[in-house]
Each structure stands twice: as C-alpha cells, then as structure tokens.
C-alpha cells in the first residue's frame, strides 16, 4: 500500500501584490511541484487571480493605506500587518487541509501559527523557508528551509539542532534549451526593446538604489571605461529615491549611456537576450535570484567575491572586489573578450544553472524535504 501523499501548505501573502525574490520563488515553486504525484500542494496568496489548487487569504495589503496607518500605530511596518491580519483566514485554511506541512517565508506569521497550534488543533510541522534571510536560531519553527550553506552554518553555530536544517537551494522555471546568444540575436534583443542595436549592453537587475543593490557603484565604474563604452541598462523597482541615482548616472554616461526602467517580470528575459554581461554590485545577498537567471540565460555574470555568490555562481561567476573602486572597471576591461561570441560558454553556463536550479534537478530533493518535515518532531 502507498502511502499518502505529504500535504503542504504554502503561504504567501505578498503574491499578487508585489514581486519580489520570495513571492517569485514561491510562485515558482508552486508551478514546479504541483504535479508530483507524492505531494498535495495548496499556494495560498495574497490577491490577484487563482488558479486550481491556489487560494486567497482575507488580509490587509501592505501597498495600501490601512495596514500602513496601523503599522504606525503599534511601531511595525505594513508588512507585519498584512501577515498578522491573514492569521484568521489561514486557520481556517489549515482546519479544511490539515496540512502536514505549513511552509513559508514570512517570519510574523510563522511565529503567530507556531503559538496557536495547540489551540488549532491541526498537528502541522512549520517550516520557515529563509531566503531573506535570517540569522537565526528559529525557536519559532519546527523546521528551516536553507537556501545557501552560509546561512545553514551560522544558525547552527549559534545553537540551532541541525537535524532542523535542510539546505536545497531556490528552485527556478529556467529556459529549456541553451539560449541562442549570437551577436546578430544580441542586436535584434536591443532593437526590440528600442536600444541602439551595435552599442555592448551591460544589464543590472534589481532595485535601483544605492542601498544593496549598489548601482551607483556600477555607474561608476562604467564611467572609467574608455569611450566607447557600453551602454548600462538598469532594470528594476524604481522609487522615489532612485530618480537621483539615475540623474547621477546620466551625468557621468551621458543622457544615452544609461537606460533606467521597471518592467513587469514577465519581460526580464527580453533583458537578458539583449545584454553582453551581467552585473550585480551587492557586497551581500541571501541568495541573488537575478544570478542564477543571468547563468540560465547564457550570460556571464560579474560578482562580488563572497561566501553566497561563489555558492551560486560556481566557477561560472567572475568574481572581484566590489568594494575596491575600479575593481569592477578592471575586471569589465581585463574580461572583454566576454562582450564577444562564445557559444561554448554560453551553453556552459545554462547547463550549470539547469543541472544546480532548474525544478527538474531540485523537485526530488524538495519532495523529499516536506516527507521528512512531516514524518519528523514538532518544536513543543
């Protein structure tokens, strides 16, 4: 006789509202492991249309007034308050599902769902997914998703049971035949999206901030390229802070050295079969999504040499100093070659993200990770 399938929850309130790293992941994740036939998996989001197997949670949004004024109120940010107010609707989700795993990434909630269980009465392993992420230790959760090693080893160094820990990595819907990455393909990417067609392109994605993302610093070191030098397209969240980084940026490009703009996600990739190289100024990231896109696209990618990104990228990153001015100036200008055709490395660099990433490589592992949540102890 089979025995049952494991039945999971997923829980996350920022889906049809925003589009950041965990709503991304989690849709993805969703998309990836909803036809094994060993799981039975629910998506439970915020807003926006459901499809089978998906539902909405009663909750105040966090891009609205209401759950910002009352953040206010106690201290807290707009975020808390779209996860404290789903509470209710959630439990009453858990009663009809009885899961045997809860899993998400939003932290108020699993410590709000971890206090309530015994009065719940649903006997559901919690097990928070860290992409953000956390330093831990997580006496809040019966269980904890690591996506990189680094964040594994500092929880348990700081006393967390590592039987608690699994580590499998961000699961991603990637391109299923190596990309076509030809300099004419290239040129007709950029004619597509109304850039000039002979111009090398180097593309960062992300916020458009000097915080974390730092493409101020990527402005920068453009700069001290020689003319010609490649156009930098930003591509990300613009807010009200960023309209000053752009103009910056303008000023030392040129006001047609520097494209700025946010597109819906969907249209990322028309970005990546455009650009030469792929650039991330983060000195510190809890995974970097936007790598692993770049890899699967083809692209090389330039990184910040830490413990995360040398997880991720493998051989397959070009590392440097992004601490050091010029540091990146003189990896673009030493690593030029890269702006060329190399279909050998191309292919090299999807494979990599394909066989480390991709849903077909991970939906085993992440299968087996919900089976031992569910046949494993709860946190008391």
């Known amino acids: 006789m089979n025995p049952p399938n494991t039945r999971v929850l997923m829980l996350c309130t920022g889906i049809g509202r925003l589009g950041r790293g965990i709503e991304t992941f989690f849709a993805d994740a969703f998309a990836g492991l909803k036809d094994d036939p060993h799981l039975d998996i629910t998506l439970v989001v915020g807003s926006g249309e459901t499809a089978q197997k998906q539902e909405k949670a009663v909750s105040l949004s966090r891009t609205e007034y209401a759950a910002n004024a009352i953040g206010r109120l106690f201290g807290r940010d707009g975020y808390t308050v779209e996860q404290i107010s789903s509470v209710p609707s959630i439990i009453s989700k858990i009663h009809r599902h009885k899961p045997h795993v809860i899993f998400s990434s939003e932290a108020n909630l699993a410590m709000r769902l971890m206090s309530l269980r015994r009065f719940v009465r649903v006997p559901y392993r919690f097990m928070y997914s860290n992409g953000a992420p956390m330093a831990g230790p997580f006496p809040w959760a019966d269980y904890v998703h690591q996506v990189t090693p680094t964040y594994r080893d500092i929880a348990i160094r700081d006393g967390d049971d590592p039987s608690r820990h699994f580590l499998v990595p961000y699961g991603f819907t990637l391109p299923c035949r190596p990309p076509e990455r030809s300099i004419p393909a290239r ?135 992004f601490s050091a001015p010029g540091a990146l100036a003189k990896l673009i200008y030493e690593r030029h070659d890269l702006f060329g055709e190399d279909f050998t490395g191309d292919r090299r660099r999807w494979e990599y993200a394909s066989h480390k990433f991709s849903w077909p490589a991970l939906s085993s592992q992440y299968r087996k990770m919900f089976q031992a949540v569910a046949q494993g102890d709860r946190r008391e």
């Open 187 to 321: 040129r007709a990417a950029r004619r597509e999206l109304g850039l000039p067609e002979e111009r090398s392109l180097v593309l960062s994605v992300g916020w458009i901030s000097r915080q974390h993302k730092r493409m101020d610093y990527i402005a920068d070191e453009i700069a001290k390229l020689k003319e010609p030098r490649p156009l930098l397209a930003m591509i990300g969240a613009i807010d009200d802070n960023s309209n000053e980084l752009i103009d910056e940026a303008r000023g030392k490009l040129g006001a047609d050295g520097v494209v700025a703009r946010s597109v819906n996600p969907e249209d990322v990739t028309k970005w990546y079969s455009a650009a030469d190289i792929f650039v991330l100024g983060s000195l510190s990231e809890g995974f970097g999504r936007v790598y692993v896109e770049a890899l699967g696209a083809g692209l090389p990618v330039f990184c910040h040499d830490f413990p995360v990104g040398r997880y991720v990228n493998g051989e397959e990153g070009v590392f440097g100093d």
